[in-house]
């Protein structure tokens, strides 16, 4: 499992979700979860939204946020629907 330096930048983490294997995990803070995403009722969705765009499940831990890298889709596929009405 990979961390961040602290107080990494949202490029640097982008490029290191864009960089991980299929199943490799990186984890980062509570902390900077809420410094980059927010601490209202948006960053849940914001999170999830980023995650997938960069072909990541993101997972909320007690203190910390895992991305695990999703298996690479063949061109075509459409991705697993997301959230209460899946």
Known sequence: MSKLRA???LPELQE???NLA???LLQISGWDYERLF???DVPATRL???ATS???VA???D???LFRKEHARRQGDEPAPVGPEA
Request: glycine share 12%.
């Open 48 to 50: 999830r939204n980023f």
């Open 7 to 9: 107080k990494f930048t």
């Open 54 to 56: 960069h072909a990541c």
């Open 59 to 61: 997972s909320h831990g």
């Open 63 to 65: 203190k910390a946020i």
């Open 38 to 40: 927010g601490i209202n």
């Open 16 to 18: 290191q979700l864009d």
């Open 22 to 24: 299929e199943g490799a």
